[in-house]
């Protein structure tokens, strides 16, 4: 089945520091997978942070980017410069086959971003 | 207004007894679905509502109900809860298709 693997466990880094989440797939239920980067701020819940859906395509989204690349079957996630604010749980996913009904979302184990002032 | 709610927002619940949890969304969206989150574990896709069409996947497709009385609600029943139910549920909707899936807050149910 499709997987997804990232950068697992938490990632302290100090603000104004660059970030970079590894993220890795594998999708065996279709060959061009949509991929996603979701966040989770404290209390609340899991929100679409960008998503490409064409390989060799960079997302981009609050000072975040990523590229899909199908060569490496990667979509790292990379920041410059992180704020506080930033300190959330990151996940990685794809969308695997899917139908017009609705689409199943893989997601990574999630990586938990600490960012120091 | 992106809202997807969900209720209760914490469960406990006792092994062998049943389990009701309900999500709702006023995005009149016709898909909805239900995720589980365990401890060090990605979340994994339990089933969806397409309109009135359940979609189980196969692993999970005895071990958890569900139900959709219209287009705004959707809720996630367990017959028989067992110690291995304990988790984080995630209730998420979507337009359908490959549209983007708006997640709840979740319900996080212990099972003693």
């Known amino acids: 089945g499709d997987s997804v693997t990232q950068t697992e466990g938490q990632v302290t880094v100090s603000e104004s520091k660059s970030l970079i989440i590894n993220c890795t797939y594998s999708a065996t239920s279709i060959g061009y997978p949509n991929l996603f980067w979701y966040v989770r701020y404290p209390g609340e819940g899991l929100q679409l942070l960008l998503k490409?859906?064409?390989?060799?395509q960079k997302g981009s989204s609050r000072g975040f980017e990523a590229t899909y690349n199908k060569e490496a079957t990667s979509f790292h996630l990379q920041k410059a410069s992180v704020q506080e604010s930033d300190s959330a749980v990151y996940y990685c996913?794809?969308?695997?086959?899917?139908?017009?009904?609705?689409?199943?979302?893989?997601f990574g184990i999630g990586t938990r971003v600490l960012v120091r002032p | 207004d992106t809202t997807v709610k969900q209720n209760p927002r914490y469960k406990l619940a006792r092994v062998g007894k049943p389990v009701n949890l309900i999500c709702s969304q006023t995005m009149n969206h016709d898909t909805m679905y239900w995720y589980q989150k365990k401890p060090n574990q990605a979340p994994k896709l339990l089933l969806f509502?397409?309109?009135?069409?359940?979609?189980r996947e196969a692993d999970t497709f005895e071990k958890f109900q569900s139900s959709r009385p219209n287009n705004s609600f959707c809720s996630l029943y367990i017959g028989s809860a067992g110690l291995e139910y304990s988790a984080m549920y995630l209730c998420?909707?979507?337009?359908?298709?490959?549209?983007?899936?708006?997640f709840g807050p979740g319900t996080r149910l212990t099972v003693l």
């Open positions: 996913a794809l969308s695997g086959m899917t139908n017009s009904a609705g689409n199943k979302l893989t």
């Open positions: 490409v859906i064409t390989a060799g």
């Open positions: 509502y397409y309109d009135k069409i359940l979609n």
């Open positions: 998420a909707s979507s337009s359908g298709g490959y549209a983007e899936q708006f």
